[in-house]
Every structure is written in C-alpha cells, then in structure tokens.
C-alpha cells in the first residue's frame, strides 16, 4: 500500500512530499507541513492536464468543506528542461487517498473531468475553430492556393490530436473511489 508520494510540481521550486496515515494527511511544501483531516473532504476531482513537455499529465485536486484545497500530478520536474512521469506511484497513492478518504469521509464526491460549464466551452470553442479552419481550407482550394489550404490542414491534424483527449478525458461525470477512471490514471510501464 503506497503511503507517501513525492512530486515537483513546477521546473523551478521544491518538491511537495504527500504522508497518508489513517485518516489524515500531512501535505509537506517544504516551507510548510499542513495535516489535513480526510473527513474533510468534500471534492476530489480528476483531470487530464496537457503538458508542454508530456503529452500525458494527470491531476487530482482534493477540496476541503472550508474551501481549501491542494493538488497533486502525475509529472515531477527535474529542471527546466526535464521532467519525469511517476506513472506507477500516482497510480497507487491516488487509489489509496481515495479509499481513506471514503472511509473517513463516505460523503464525499468523486469526480473526473472539468467543471461543466469550462469543459462546454472549451468543447464549442474547439469545434467553433475546427470549422474556420475547415472553412479556411475550402476557401484556399477555391481560390487555388494549394499550400495554404495544406497548410491549413496541417494545423487541424495537429489541433484534433492535442484536443481531442482533452475534450474526451475531461468530460464531467462521478466516479466510486475504489473505480477511478482507468483513462484518467497513467498507464504503467
């Protein structure tokens, strides 16, 4: 059972270290330890994040009945330039933070993806795009510019494949903490 996970959130700064003890929690930044009661949880929410540099991040978000809340990700920063997925120690602490956290909080919601009213727009802005795109490239054969319809479809090829997962994996809807979405957790080595 995975007690502890360990990640660096951002390129420059330290890493957050994450301790699970019955039911509590104690998140340490390195500049402050906070110890936080899982019965006091009343969101945790699962979201695919595109990375600059990993094409595949995930981020669970833990929110508090008095509004506080923390996150933790699948990807640890190096430096700069380099980052590390920790596919198999995200996979086995967020199952185990949610199994102790609807034991000590049976109350408590599990949910994957964006909030609706961000996952919908981002939705209707891509498709809203997909077609000016499609239009863009209609209009540039018409008119005989052939590179620039080409062009045009390369920049939607390349559009769908970066947000198409994100669309598809953030789509809200509840989950049971000992069934967390397998499409929202890193697939193991």
Do not use: C
């Not at 000016?132 to 479809?153: E, K, N, P």
Request: hydrophobic share 45%; charged share 20%.
């Amino acid at each position: 059972m995975k007690k502890t996970y360990e990640h660096n959130p951002r390129p420059v700064g330290g890493p957050i270290g994450f301790t699970l003890k019955d039911d509590r929690l104690t998140v340490d930044s390195g500049r402050k330890v906070q110890e936080v009661r899982l019965g006091a949880v009343e969101t945790v929410r699962m979201t695919y994040e595109p990375g600059r540099l990993a094409q595949r991040v995930f981020r669970t978000k833990v929110t508090l009945k008095d509004g506080k809340t923390f996150a933790f990700g699948s990807l640890s920063w190096k430096n700069l330039v380099q980052a590390e997925e920790l596919t198999t120690e995200y996979r086995a602490f967020t199952k185990n933070l949610f199994e102790a956290i609807a034991r000590a909080n049976p109350d408590a919601r599990f949910i994957a993806g964006k909030p609706w009213w961000l996952w919908a727009a981002t939705a209707i802005m891509s498709a809203a795009s997909l077609l000016a795109m499609a239009y863009l490239i209609w209009r540039a054969f018409q008119m005989g510019a052939t590179s620039v319809a080409l062009l045009g479809g390369l920049f939607a090829v390349v559009g769908i494949w970066q947000i198409e997962p994100m669309i598809r994996l953030n789509k809200p809807r509840p989950f049971q903490p000992d069934a967390p979405p397998a499409e929202l957790l890193p697939d193991t080595p």
